[in-house]
Each structure stands twice: as structure tokens, then as C-alpha cells.
Antibody, heavy 124, light 107 residues
Framework: QVQLVQSGAEVKKPGASVKVSCRTS????????INWVRQAPGQGIEWMGWINPYSGGTNLPQKFQGRVTMTRDTSIATAYLELNRLKSDDTAVYYC?????????????????WGRGTLVIVSS | SSDLTQDPAVSVALGQTVRITCQGDTLRSFYASWYQQKPGQAPVLLIY???NRPSGIPDRFSGSRSGNTASLTITGAQAEDEADYYCNSRDSSTSHLFGGGTKLTVL
């Protein structure tokens, strides 16, 4: 079954770190970038970056550079998001999403498969 | 601009047609994709590319693009279409952008 299964909810104190996992199955892990997005309560979706599972290369927006690390373990087809120096406004649901569209041309990319999300609560 | 702009809220009468728009300079070069999100659920892909629907998405959902504006049209809106809708696109740096979302109310 093609799916992304995320780790469970986390409660962290400000200043701590959190690591969220996204276990993939049912397709070739190396063939699709994994993107991470988050959604604060009642807010919109914020893109956090992607990891190329084949090379391990990442692309993060400037806002998250230095505080976010994306890694993967190809042996278990799993991607990870680590967020450091947590603040209260990092409280959100974090989603991993599979990127697709590579066969459609350079102008087409989309997220065709999503995890169910991982709630991260940052509170003292 | 690197932003994607959506109207925060739109309403439609049951069975009528509604268009949800997404504006941004990047849409001149890259196609938007559209996602539906219901409370407590992950987003679901509705439309991608020129106007493509994944398997299982009803054909009342369609997409289009004109200049810097992408549109999602729901023809014959149903009660179950009440949800938040987000557009997404690449930008020239291989990053992604999301619109702020549109809350659709079906009256």
C-alpha cells in the first residue's frame, strides 16, 4: 500500500528539539522528493523544505535554515524532520508530503501523497 | 513577488458554480496545484498541471490558468465541498509556495 506514516504527537518545552519521522511504503523511496509543511492551529499551510531521498540534498527556505534539519534513512525508507530551539509558535501539525510531477515537465510539481500529520505542542 | 494570494473566504449556493482564485507572479511560469482540506484532516490533491485530476476526484473540480492567476472551479457545488482550499506552486528556486487558503462555505 502506497502511504506515508508519521510518528506520534509530541509535547516539548521551549528550547528543546523535536524529530518527526515519515515512513514511506509501496513505492520507490528514492524516486520522489519528500517535502515537509506545517500548519499552526487555525492557520494556513507553510512550506518548510524538501529532501531528495536519493542524494540526501535538501532545500530549506531561509526562515528555517540553521534551525531545521532534514535527513533520511534509505534502509528503512524513512524521512526525518528535526526542529531545534523550539518556540511556542512552532506549535503546529507537521505533515510530510510526496512530491510528484517529474514526468510532466519542469513547470509541474505537486504533492500527491500526504502523511496524516504529527502534532507538535511547544509549551512550558 | 514570491507570494500566492487567495481570497480568505468564498461562499456558494448548493448546486451552483464557484471559482476560487490564486494570484502570483510564479504562476506565469509554473502550474498551480490545488488541495482540499477538511477539519482535522490532511490536505488532499484535487488538481495539478494544466487541468488534471487524480483518480477519485469528482469531475466537478477543474483548474485553469490565465496570466498570473490560477483558478479552481467547482461546477455544481455539493455540501461536502465545504472545506479549506489551498493553491501551491513552485518558484524559480525549486522552492514551493502555498496560498493563504480559501474557506469555502456552501449555503
Amino acid at each position: 500500500q502506497v502511504q506515508l506514516v508519521q510518528s506520534g504527537a509530541e509535547v516539548k518545552k521551549p528550547g528543546a528539539s523535536v524529530k518527526v519521522s515519515c515512513r514511506t511504503s509501496g513505492y520507490s523511496f528514492n524516486a520522489h522528493y519528500i517535502n515537509w509543511v506545517r500548519q499552526a492551529p487555525g492557520q494556513g499551510i507553510e512550506w518548510m523544505g524538501w529532501i531528495n531521498p536519493y542524494s540526501g540534498g535538501t532545500n530549506l527556505p531561509q526562515k528555517f535554515q540553521g534551525r531545521v534539519t532534514m535527513t533520511r534513512d534509505t534502509s528503512i525508507a524513512t524521512a526525518y524532520l528535526e526542529l531545534n530551539r523550539l518556540k511556542s509558535d512552532d506549535t503546529a501539525v507537521y505533515y510530510c508530503a510526496r512530491e510528484a510531477g517529474y514526468s510532466s515537465g519542469w513547470d509541474t510539481r505537486y504533492f500527491d501523497l500526504w502523511g496524516r500529520g504529527t502534532l507538535v505542542i511547544v509549551s512550558s | 513577488s514570491s507570494d500566492l494570494t487567495q481570497d480568505p473566504a468564498v461562499s456558494v449556493a448548493l448546486g451552483q458554480t464557484v471559482r476560487i482564485t490564486c494570484q502570483g507572479d510564479t504562476l506565469r511560469s509554473f502550474y498551480a496545484s490545488w488541495y482540499q482540506q477538511k477539519p482535522g484532516q490532511a490536505p488532499v490533491l484535487l488538481i495539478y498541471g494544466q487541468n488534471n485530476r487524480p483518480s477519485g476526484i469528482p469531475d466537478r473540480f477543474s483548474g485553469s490558468r490565465s496570466g498570473n492567476t490560477a483558478s479552481l472551479t467547482i461546477t455544481g457545488a455539493q455540501a461536502e465541498d465545504e472545506a479549506d482550499y489551498y493553491c501551491n506552486s513552485r518558484d524559480s528556486s525549486t522552492s514551493h509556495l502555498f496560498g493563504g487558503g480559501t474557506k469555502l462555505t456552501v449555503l
